[in-house]
């Protein structure tokens, strides 16, 4: 369960720290390395390729400062382990190997190079994207899959550190606990499924109806008004908005839901438009701009990037796409309130993670997409 994973992390992070030892703290995800003190993400941390093969290395030289420092380290513990596709994971034993073979001539033989790795996570959580890849493709590319798993040890963590709060009110606690076993039931293929068609195994399961919204000839304004009560009086507290989200796979039915809460935030409307552009170094096609004119980018939807118009009020609440600072919080996953909106930059405060109520300023980010389907890679700033 996560909150005793974060209680055994700290607990071991200080113990060692508190000795002298050097302990690496990563995680694969941005929101999740600013949960522990000093932690980073493991592609910043361990400079992993982002496109990352069987063959890949790390960019670590024998030497520098990060290499020193990771011979001296007692202790890599690397949170949400099982985001991460095992090449991420094979690219880091391997540079592991490589930096520690002086120190110890037994390092090609031993997982990591011999230093002792914790890896923390839910495999019934989020598994690496693959994309276009089916459920076999994902399993494949799971940490399970590596032949670094034949070292692992599994330790299991089973209390739900969620219930404790709750023990004050016995309804309430009794029903977060049916809905958490509800839950694991699920990811333990627990519940009775049926099979489509198309799918050709059991995959469907049928939802209690007490879950489920009803009714109705706007399914958006629904789930809106049952997710954010009173939200045109409510938007711009942080702990309102801490407590709710709507989740969606689709990112057009994102679009409709932002349209639609749009209409409940008070004050003028700013629209913000990308300058789009092909990266001259992705393609060797000749008059790639003829072909592929700036308003035909412009319409392009990619996933991860916000599209060509982004529209936001003041008291919007937001989110990052991108690491942008991390030490101060900006990084990917991180929300905020918009406070103000200028021609070049937008302020923000920011209401999740340890930088709760800070003010900081998003500047204009150069993003690109790589989808396969396109021969050229777009630049959108």
């Not at 974060?6 to 995680?27: C, D, M, N, P, Q």
């Not at 095992?86 to 520690?100: C, G, N």
């Not at 092909?278 to 412009?298: G, H, R, T």
Request: charged residues 20%; hydrophobic residues 40%.
């Amino acid at each position: 369960m996560e909150g005793q994973e974060k209680h055994v992390y700290r607990t071991l992070i200080a113990r060692l720290r508190s000795e002298g030892k050097i302990v690496f703290a990563v995680a694969s995800s941005g929101i999740a390395a600013l949960i522990l003190q000093g932690k980073r993400t493991a592609h910043s941390r361990f400079e992993i390729p982002i496109n990352h093969e069987e063959n890949s290395t790390c960019s670590i030289n024998q030497g520098t400062q990060l290499a020193k420092l990771i011979t001296r380290a007692s202790l890599i513990i690397w949170d949400e382990t099982p985001m991460h596709h095992r090449y991420a994971f094979e690219a880091v034993d391997k540079t592991l190997k490589d930096i520690l073979r002086f120190d110890d001539l037994n390092s090609s033989d031993n997982p990591f190079g011999g230093k002792t790795v914790m890896l923390g996570g839910d495999f019934r959580q989020i598994l690496p994207v693959v994309p276009k890849g089916g459920r076999h493709e994902v399993v494949l590319a799971s940490i399970n899959n590596s032949y670094l798993w034949d070292y692992c040890m599994v330790f299991n963590l089973k209390t739900n550190m969620r219930l404790n709060p709750c023990s004050a009110d016995i309804s309430t606690s009794n029903s977060i606990s049916e809905f958490s076993k509800w839950v694991l039931d699920i990811r333990d293929g627990k519940i009775e499924s049926i099979s489509r068609e198309e799918d050709g195994e059991p995959s469907w399961i049928k939802i209690p109806s007490h879950l489920l919204i009803h009714g109705g000839d706007n399914p958006i304004g629904e789930i809106v008004s049952i997710t954010y009560p009173s939200f045109h009086n409510s938007y711009k507290d942080a702990h309102y908005l801490q407590e709710r989200a709507i989740l969606t796979p689709k990112n057009h039915t994102v679009d409709e839901i932002n349209s639609h809460m749009m209409q409940f935030v008070a004050g003028e409307q700013h629209s913000y438009l990308s300058s789009d552009s092909i990266c001259k170094a992705s393609s060797n096609v000749a008059d790639q701009d003829m072909i592929y004119p700036v308003e035909f980018l412009n319409t392009l939807h990619f996933s991860g990037l916000p599209n060509h118009v982004l529209q936001l009020k003041v008291g919007n609440p937001i989110m990052l796409l991108r690491n942008i600072k991390q030490n101060v919080g900006l990084c990917n996953g991180t929300r905020l309130i918009v406070t103000q909106l200028a021609t070049w930059i937008i302020e923000g405060r920011i209401i999740t993670g340890k930088n709760i109520g800070t003010k900081v300023l998003i500047p204009m980010v150069i993003l690109t997409a790589t989808e396969s389907k396109w021969p050229f890679v777009l630049r959108r700033r």
